[in-house]
């Protein structure tokens, strides 16, 4: 059942990726705004401890549902959980990511197809699911976290950069589709953040994370939140990145795809 505050209905926003990173502080933003959470991620224990972390410092309910997005299986099971519960979303943030870099012909298969099945197809799936009810309602809002990685081709990250730019054109598409619906799609488009993500994608000596400015996860998460509230269909956070999106669109894409080389290149 919904949690109730002052005699009120609160809210629920799902969050994937929801116990680490940008997804946890994407989390607390929305707990400090009054909303009830449902964090999906893999390891439970983690999850649970950021439920408790959170349910300790905010006057919300966390629910957690452990899966693993890369299981094609996993949208439904979670959609189908919320139902049994009775937990309607009113929000949802398809944050959970995952990058790998390399170059393309040494790079594992496996590993780059689980990565499409989470940042493109987890994240469609999840939005087919929880998008009819929001339109019924004429309420709800998506925010989609893609990247500055997904103006550009990306050398040496090529499968990631291209996922990135699927959630970009997917929620452009989807977000004016939606217009005058009542429901809202943001596509949040940080540059690199301090979080497990470089370490995991091997890429913590890159240029782009070693010279290039990194931003703090929960300025992201405050930015990413604040235009997702507006009805914003972009949100890229940082007046760099900002400048860098919008040279890409003037820049030729060969241009483009030297500079994000040299970017991913360690120094
Ligand atoms: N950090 C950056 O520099 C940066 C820049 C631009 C965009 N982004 C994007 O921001 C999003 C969040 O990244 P982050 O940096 O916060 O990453 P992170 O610190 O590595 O956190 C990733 C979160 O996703 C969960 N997760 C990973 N694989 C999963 C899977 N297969 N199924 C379900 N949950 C999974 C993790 O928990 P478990 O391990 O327990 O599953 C964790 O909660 C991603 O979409 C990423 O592409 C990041």
Redesign the pocket.
Known sequence: MRQKRNGMQRPTALV?????????ELAKVLARNGFDLVL????RD??EAAAGQLEGKFDVKAHVYA????RKDAPQAIFDFLQNENIPIEILVN?????IGGEFADTKLTRELEMIQ??IAALTHLTKLFLPPMIKRRSGRVLN?A???AFQPGPLMAVYYAT?AYVLSFSGALSEELRNSGVTVTALC????H????D?AEMTNSRLFSTFGVAE?ADVAEYGFGAMMHGKRLAIPGMKNKILAQANRFAPRALSAKIARMAQETR
């Open positions: 994937t990726g929801g116990s680490g990173g940008i997804g946890l999906v991620a893999r390891k983690t999850l899966a693993d997005l890369a944050n959970a990511g995952i990058g989470v940042n976290v990247s500055t990685a990135k940080p540059g690199p953040t979080t497990d993500f470089a995991a996860a």
